[in-house]
């Protein structure tokens, strides 16, 4: 055999053992990670404790049954998409396990929560991995203003559409101009946003406040305040509370017996029902409601109902069509590449999410622009049943108004890319 024959023949069996150690490489692998290879994870954070956590269980509910509608159909890009929910617990728990989520579980997308300040903290790991969030349910305008980043998208409606939801109905029934307005705010970042958009508005139509108390976010007693508010007599009462701390209030406002109309600018469904009906009063915005008179929701109410033997609730709905928004995207793009579903977004593409009209992302602070609607009490005795005392109202913007007619303008907003 000559020299060059026998070079030829050692460095064949070399490449031989190398593939062979190769193959031998890729079958040890364990089969979660080759199953990660036909699915496309996403990384689902919402707090499922504490006093936003009976919201998060709806979240859950609706992100869940979105992902196995999609995987039912054929998944996206012919891949099943793995949904992975956790508790985001707090702030610094959500940031961690974001970052755990990218590193170790490899998503292609976080999505979720409904803690503002928890989803301050997730937009900032996105950012700094430059790995897209889906922001569903934090309401901050912060969020959308000075904290924006490129790669957070708003699906919920913000602080200024809810105060400006309700301010219109308080306006017009001559609830505000010189009336005295004693305000209770959550002290987290969405209450005090709540808080200074509220004042904002009153002071803008006449209204004087002439208290807000700040409250920790546990607090479940507010007989203190009842006697506060008593012994100042406004003509109102406005909450800038978040989540079951709604509920207790309101609970207990009614067995204290005040006789000051209470209104408030956020109000989820669940906990309105957990109220009841008898203690629940005035004017609220929401971002949907199971009675929207639609194909489409109609479709979805009844499927949930199927599926979970109960109501949704507006949670449970905005999870849903997130996820939907989501599956639309890498299918148009055919990718899960952050900059390619940026892109998407970007270019105000529209999205059918069960409501009269379609929605779309503004491009320049990546909110979604859509209706809202304010509701009310049923008189007394009209109700069906105990989760049909609410009222539902026309939405807002009108038909004939553009989308954005109540959310923060260009000039109003901090964002800045």
Known sequence: MSRDTASFTSQRRRVLRGAAAA??????LPASVLAQQDKIRIGHLTPLTGFLGALGEYAVMGAKMAAEEINASGGVLGKQIELMSEDSVNPQV????????????NVAVLMGEINSASALTISQVAARNKKLFLSIGARSDALRGKDCNRYTFHVDIPVTVMVNTVGQALARDGMVRGKKIYAITSDYLFGQD???KAKRFFAANGGIVVADDLVPTDLTDFSPYMLKIRQARPDLISTNLGGNQVTNF??????FGLPYPVVGFNLNTADAWAAGEGNLGG????????????????AFTQAFIRKYNKLPENHAWIEYIS?????QAINATKSTDTEKLIAYFESEAQFDILKARKAYFRSWDHQLMQEAYPFTVK?????????DFLKFGDPV???NQPLEVLAPSKAENACTM
């Open 23 to 28: 193959g031998l490489a890729g079958l040890a």
């Open 94 to 105: 959500a940031a961690t396990k974001a970052q755990r989520m990218i590193e170790r579980d």
């Open 194 to 196: 709540l808080s200074a």
């Open 250 to 255: 309101v609970k207990q406002y009614s067995e």
């Open 283 to 298: 004017i609220w915005p929401t971002v949907w409601h199971h009675d929207l008179n639609t194909p489409g929701s109609k």
């Open 323 to 327: 996820l939907k928004i989501l599956a």
């Open 379 to 387: 008189a007394k005795g009209q109700a069906k049943d105990k989760f």
């Open 397 to 399: 913007p009108a038909a």
